[in-house]
């Protein structure tokens, strides 16, 4: 079962607005939370980051939400820009070795 | 600084044959990765080690083999590769495990035949 979710596996924006890229896990013992944003034939790279003891952490454009209560954070980017156009996946970690758990990725596209 | 840089970039091999994929970071990291991605799917941790001279198994590990002998470099090796191990690879690295990002390569993408 997947323990981390991103349902919309796209989605659509104008340039200038407002994007908001949702996630969903499932084990409360995740206490960190990226996302990584990857452009086509490259690796992912960071973007920004949360800890479980937040609610909140903006850089930039870039801003995370944290609900723990429902397990949820979203990934908000204002303004949206062409060049953000790329494939974000959300990542969760618990525990001493660092390792992530991936969504499945959202597809951004921003037109122009 | 390189960063994290992977060799080869693309590979065909046929069903039985091996190959061995390297990772190397120049960033003094302790912790490295290994991960595969397919169509449609999240990245998925196949082995990682802690530190040098360590290993352990991830998520999806069956039918590869891992070596750490050297802190800035982390093999993976396919003893005799299946069309199902056809698949983008991805090493990371980060400082430490918990609280730190991990810093990706820009992957090597595999297909057996």
């Known amino acids: 079962d997947q323990q981390v979710k991103q349902n919309s596996p796209s989605l659509s924006v104008q340039e200038g607005r407002i994007s908001i890229l949702n996630c969903d896990y499932t084990?409360?013992?995740?206490?960190?939370f990226l996302w990584y944003k990857k452009y086509p034939a490259e690796g992912p790279t960071f973007l920004i980051s949360?800890?479980?003891?937040?609610d909140k952490n903006e850089d930039g454009r870039f801003t995370v939400f944290l609900n723990k209560s429902a397990k949820h954070l979203s990934l908000h980017i204002v303004p949206s820009q062409p060049g953000d156009s790329a494939v974000y996946f959300c990542a969760a970690s618990g525990g001493s070795q660092g390792n992530l758990i991936f969504g499945k990725g959202t597809k951004l596209s921003v037109k122009p | 600084n390189a960063g994290v840089t992977q060799t080869p970039k693309f590979r065909v091999l046929k069903t039985g044959q091996s190959m061995t994929l390297l990772c190397a970071q120049d960033?003094?990291?302790?912790?490295m990765y290994w991960y595969r991605q397919d169509p449609g799917m999240g990245l998925r941790l196949i082995h990682y080690?802690?530190?040098?001279?360590?290993?352990a198994k991830g998520e999806v590990p069956d039918g590869y083999n891992v070596s750490r002998l050297k802190k800035q470099n982390f093999l993976l090796g396919l003893e005799s590769a299946a069309p199902s191990q056809t698949s983008v690879y991805f090493c990371a690295s980060s400082p430490s495990g918990s609280y730190n990002e991990q810093f990706f390569g820009p992957g090597t993408r595999l297909t057996v035949l």
């Open positions: 960033m003094n990291h302790e912790y």
């Open positions: 949360i800890s479980s003891i937040k």
């Open positions: 080690s802690v530190g040098e001279g360590t290993t």
């Open positions: 084990n409360s013992m995740f206490d960190y």
